[in-house]
């Protein structure tokens, strides 16, 4: 089926997916606190989140009958293993710090990528690249409150996470190209389900319904935001829909002063800011390189 472009809707989908996107760590919190009964393991968290969201995409492929191909299956479980992993480690930490926190500190996400792109895919990173890095991990670093009585421990499992996603990104780019967007989300939650129940097994307890209806809420939210988020890529270059993903901030930091009464102080402010700036020159510089890369390429003859 062809999308054709819709600069509106594409910003429509990728607020929705921001706002989904931060409703999943309002809902992990809130799981991972006594918010809705018993906190629950993080691993308990994560599985129920592959769950979940499995079953709303396997819905999804009944209506839609999508066509699918063999799958790369090392690819495949090489990738879903980081994200189990990252995932499990944000919920972790955003049970422990301010949501606006651990959001902002996922944004380093791109950067960690960027890194891991020299060793793993034989990147060249240019000083822009390398300035937009530092940038937004000297956020990262105002973000851990480095001072005595005023470190966050927690904001290290944030880190951690972020770097971890930062080499699912890798591996997403090898998966790119070789199969079609909703084969890859529909193996990457059927793996992570096999995964995440051998994981939870010795912490495994019964959930209250407010924390099933939590766990089905988390999960459908997560598959609906990477729907969103894919059709808004399809939909406008990736330069101009891209920085409206950091609206996830904003709704983070909503979410937690509603619900939790957590209102971000000037040092979350700060550092959110230093990472959101590093995080959009190394937009910008990649959406520059790919506009380059495309104008460089000779045009399509017909024969």
Partial sequence: MDISPNPRVAVLLMLTASALIAATTLLAKALGTDALGPALHPLQVSHGRFIFALLALAAAASILRPKLQRPHWRLHLARTTCGWIGVTLMFAASARIALSDATAISFLNPVFAMILAIPLLGERVGPVRWLAAAIAL?????????????????????????????FEIIL????????????VLLVNNSLGVIIATCAVIAFWEPPTPAQWAGLAALGTCMACAQACFVNAMARAEASFVVPFSYAALIFAG????????????????????IILSGAALLAWREAAAARRSNQNQPPVRNS
């Fill in 254 to 273: 909503l979410y937690d002063a509603a619900l939790f009464g957590v209102i971000p102080d000037w040092v979350s402010l700060s550092g959110a800011g």
């Fill in 172 to 183: 997403i780019k090898r998966l790119s190209g070789l199969e079609n967007p909703f084969q």
């Fill in 138 to 166: 000297c956020g990262a670093m105002v973000l851990l409150r480095p001072g005595p009585g005023t470190f966050q421990p927690a904001a290290l499992i944030a880190l951690a996470s972020a770097a971890v996603i930062g």
